[in-house]
């Protein structure tokens, strides 16, 4: 059983040289093994920040607050000891990589993160099989990573690395931003079948409940001014989708 805790979370976003804003006001929030949390929110809540200051980006600073692996503080860890000690990152707007093909890079993330490599031909076999699983033409193996993908091509790719690192928690930011209705049955599909394999923990970021239609949330959480303002079950994104942000905004929550 992994348990994936933050307690008390602030930080700010850096802007230039020496400018700052805090964006994160005190997040508080508890996942366990199998679990999937919903966090759904306007634009410009803070649901990203999140999602970045838990990776580690180095414009982000933590300024309080614990974010707790199994009871060890992923803060005190450099990026790479994050990804080693279990956690995983499906980045809103993934970024390419040209020169370094999709299979290298894979190959090397599962080694560093397993802590030795696979057999070749065992890694390939695996690789295959979860390229078929979420529909990526076998020829992008060999390209470089996400260099001339669509954007719903990126977001599969992001979904194939959780499938081959099998962490034991994963945030997806807006892995289901810019999917057509067949992308993101193929996705969700993806999420679905590592949670199964796996039982990982997630945290799911949104604006929109379709996704939620696929994957199934344990919780719904709504995230506005920079901290969690209300919690409830999967009955919480109908309300969203209906009603909208709007109370939130304005209670300056």
């Known amino acids: 059983m992994t348990k994936f805790e933050i307690r008390g979370l602030r930080a700010d976003v850096l802007i230039g040289a020496e400018d700052r804003e805090e964006i994160l006001k005190g997040v508080d929030l508890t996942i366990d093994s199998g679990e999937t949390h919903a966090i ?14 838990i990776a580690g980006h180095p414009r982000y ?3 309080d607050g614990e974010v707790l692996l199994d009871g060890e503080n992923v803060l005190e860890m450099s990026v790479d000891e994050r990804a080693r000690a279990g956690m995983f990152l499906a980045m809103q707007y993934p ?4 020169g370094v093909s999709m299979s290298n890079f894979l190959r090397s993330s599962v080694t560093a993160v397993r802590g030795e490599a696979p057999k070749l031909r065992t890694f390939s076999k695996e690789m295959q099989n979860a390229m078929k699983g979420l529909s990526i033409d076998p020829a992008f193996a060999s390209r470089g990573v996400n260099e001339g993908f669509s954007g719903g091509e ?5 979904i194939l690395q959780l499938e081959l690192l099998r962490p034991k ?4 930011d807006e892995t289901d931003s810019g999917l057509d209705v ?9 999420i679905n079948r590592v949670k199964a394999e796996t039982n990982v923990g997630v945290l799911l970021i949104t604006h929109y409940s379709r996704i939620l239609n696929h994957v199934k949330a344990d919780h719904v959480h709504v995230f506005a001014k920079g901290r969690v303002a209300e919690s ?5 994104a ?3 989708e209906s009603e909208g942000y709007e109370r939130f905004v304005k209670a300056g929550a």
């Open 61 to 63: 600073e933590v300024t």
């Open 40 to 53: 759904m929110g306007p634009n410009g809540s803070g649901k990203s920040t999140l999602a970045y200051a």
């Open 238 to 240: 109908d309300a969203l």
């Open 169 to 172: 928690f994963a945030i997806l």
């Open 95 to 98: 970024v390419e990589v040209p």
């Open 232 to 236: 409830g079950g999967p009955e919480l």
């Open 182 to 190: 067949d992308a993101l049955k193929v996705v969700s599909e993806g």
């Open 154 to 158: 990126k977001k599969r790719h992001e």
